[in-house]
Structures are given as structure tokens and as C-alpha cells.
């Protein structure tokens, strides 16, 4: 219960440094991940006063330990082989937060000013056996009024 009160309040103060006025969306970012990497799923709405969340695609081999990264798009990353399970692996979003787990929930303070405010959202697992990185694709969100 404290760990989530903490998290919505870092998402908060991270959302409020970075508002800018746009449409709302959640939009899958292309070409992010590794080769023909799924997508996480996206729950909820990114709007102020409601709850939104992340759920990680399945990991590839049943020890996989999932995660989200939680951050500021536009990192565009290829990872090196090793860490990263093939070649291509790109992490498009900044971490600000890494959780390590599988979904991932919280409500957007009812504050006017996070209108239009931006996050990367991006999942993945390592990978064991081999014990390598495998990402998802990235998920681009714009909080609405």
C-alpha cells in the first residue's frame, strides 16, 4: 500500500516536469523492443482522477522474471548482445522507475496540470536460462483532461 502511495507520488511529480499540451493517446511506439517482440497491454484511462496500468507480455521461458520500465520517451537504445537476448533490441523509454513485476497500477493525481504530460511505458523480462534481456515493444502516453 506505502509502495504504491510512493510510486503515484514520483509518477506525479515526474508527470508535472514534463506536461505539454496535447490529444490524449496511448500509442504503441514502432520499431522499439526486440524483433517481433509483443506489446504490453494497457489498462484503464491516462486521464487525471482515473486509473491506468501496465501489463507485461509473457516472458519466453518459464524462470523469465518480468519488469517495467517507467521513464521519458525518446531514448532509442540499441542494446549490445549481451545484455540483450538477439540483436535489435531498442529501449525507447528513459527509466525513471524499474519494477520488477509483471502489471503495474496506479491512479493519476486529479491535478489540471498534468494535462498533456508524456511517459514511456515499456516492459520485458530476463531471461533464464540464458540469463538476457528480451524487450517488449514501447507504449507512448499523453495524460487527458
Known amino acids: 500500500m506505502l509502495h504504491n502511495r510512493i510510486l503515484s507520488t ?6 508535472g516536469a514534463f506536461a ?16 517481433n517482440a509483443p506489446y504490453p497491454t494497457f489498462t484503464g484511462a491516462p486521464a487525471i482522477g482515473q486509473g491506468f496500468g501496465i501489463i507485461a507480455a509473457p516472458c519466453r521461458t518459464l524462470l523469465g522474471q518480468p519488469f517495467i ?30 519494477l520488477a513485476q509483471a502489471a503495474w497500477r496506479t491512479i493519476i493525481p486529479n491535478d489540471r ?8 511505458l515499456q516492459t ?20 487527458t483532461p
Open 20 to 35: 505539454a499540451s496535447a490529444a490524449a493517446q496511448v500509442q504503441r511506439v514502432p520499431n522499439t523492443g526486440c524483433p
Open 113 to 120: 496540470n498534468l494535462i498533456g504530460a508524456q511517459l514511456c
Open 124 to 143: 520485458g523480462c530476463v531471461e533464464t536460462p540464458p540469463g538476457c534481456v528480451y524487450l517488449h515493444g514501447a507504449l507512448a502516453v499523453r495524460i
Open 69 to 98: 520500465v517507467i521513464g521519458v520517451p525518446g531514448l532509442n537504445a540499441v542494446l549490445p548482445v549481451p545484455p540483450a537476448c538477439e540483436r535489435g533490441c531498442v529501449l525507447e523509454c528513459r527509466p525513471i522507475i524499474v
Open 10 to 15: 514520483l509518477l506525479a511529480c515526474f508527470l
